[in-house]
């Protein structure tokens, strides 16, 4: 009886530590994913989020090396308002000029175009408060940036960095996706060596930035370098590309278009043999032309794909700094120096908080770009695809 007695005792006991023991462990088990993805969050924090806040501050601060160390005195939007409106005004946003005939015709087009967009959206059944808000903020912006534009590239007008930049994302971007696609629709069908020419069209994407910038300076020199003879027997041993504004920029257009065109090229041709055989068989099968094919059966397959493709080198291609600093060293003058070659010179000359002040400039029109592209094309090309 004794024995039964303290076993029952035992068992009373040893039920609650049993409990505390399934408690602790189920915790344990809990907290484990959080302690094992802590490190990841603290490097991303101290990697990303401390350099955008120690930025943010030195874009509102005089950053000076004194005797013994450095000074940073807080001064506030000094460094934005020295850009926008101040000393470094026509350096950023460029010098205003008449704007021409062709120019006008062009904002008129645009400005017709957000209007019908606008009132659309104000007498649509989706239109909410704060969607109105956030596009009449568009609309302003879009206006200003193509004023800013139209007037720097007119006349007696002279483009600032972030016209300059604006040039190359949006004339790089729109022939790298188009020739990309070309390629890409070409080289999905069955071709003799299409294997080869898959590989051949990667390699520019493998090579650095910096080994094409100096490629290319080597293939725009017109008395030396292997097309030296071509431009000597065109009567162009007296020209240089990077002496006349118009021709330093597409020489940094055509380098930065033949570097990431094979970027495009590989993705969009994923997304074109993903697209099933069946469907475009059947297209065939009733009667569709290969216009026909492409506007209903592959298009509306790929627009998705093109969408963040064209998001992810649009972001990218606000950041170009190699082409221009190595193939024209930003010139002649600031006619291809782009806003982050800018940040970059100021930030050698130990100008941090000016070269901070750029660098969240870029970060406001990239994201102003992105949101843009985002919520208005995006749409758009899928309604009328739809």
Do not use: C
């Not at 431009?231 to 330093?248: E, K, N, P, R």
């Amino acid at each position: 009886m004794q024995q039964a007695e303290d076993k029952r005792l035992t068992d009373v006991i040893s039920v609650p530590r049993r409990a505390e023991r399934r408690s602790i462990g189920a915790i344990l088990d809990a907290a484990s994913p959080n302690v094992l993805l802590l490190p990841a969050v603290v490097i991303v924090l101290v990697l990303s989020l401390f350099p955008l806040i120690v930025s943010l501050y030195l874009s509102l601060s005089r950053f000076q090396f004194v005797r013994g160390g450095f000074q940073i005195t807080f001064i506030g939007f000094r460094n934005y308002e020295k850009l926008l409106f101040g000393s470094e005004q026509r350096h950023f946003l460029g010098k205003l000029g008449v704007i021409e005939p062709i120019w006008l015709v062009l904002l008129a087009v645009l400005g017709v175009s957000m209007a019908v967009m606008f009132f659309q959206y104000a007498t649509s059944s989706r239109m909410k408060p704060f969607g109105l808000i956030m596009r009449v903020i568009t609309v302003a912006l879009t206006a200003a940036f193509a004023l800013l534009m139209a007037s720097t590239l007119s006349g007696e007008g002279l483009p600032g960095t972030i016209v300059v930049t604006l040039i190359f994302v949006f004339g790089s971007v729109t022939l790298q996706y188009f020739i990309g696609l070309g390629l890409a629709l070409l080289l999905s069908q069955n071709l003799p060596g299409k294997r080869f020419f898959r590989i051949a069209f990667l390699l520019p994407m493998m090579i650095t930035p910096v080994g094409i910038g100096f490629l290319f300076k080597m293939l725009t020199n017109t008395t030396q370098g292997p097309f030296a003879p071509l431009w000597i027997a065109l009567g162009l041993i007296d020209y240089s590309w990077v002496q006349d504004a118009g021709t330093a920029r597409l020489a940094v257009i055509i380098g930065d278009v033949w570097q990431w065109t094979p970027f495009m090229f590989i993705i969009l041709l994923a997304a074109l043999e993903g697209v099933s055989r069946e469907t475009v068989e059947a297209g065939l099968v009733d009667g569709a032309n290969r216009t026909q094919l492409f506007r209903f059966i592959l298009l509306p397959e790929i627009v998705p794909v093109s969408t963040t493709l064209i998001l992810i080198r649009l972001i990218e291609a606000f950041k170009i700094v190699d082409m221009p600093n190595i193939l024209t060293g930003g010139g002649p003058g600031t006619a291809t120096e782009s806003v982050t070659l800018h940040a970059y010179n100021n930030w050698r000359a130990l100008d941090l908080g000016l070269s901070s002040a750029l660098s969240y400039l870029l970060l406001f029109t990239v994201t102003f770009v992105a949101m843009v592209f985002v919520n208005f094309v995006r749409h758009r090309a899928i309604e009328a695809v739809g």
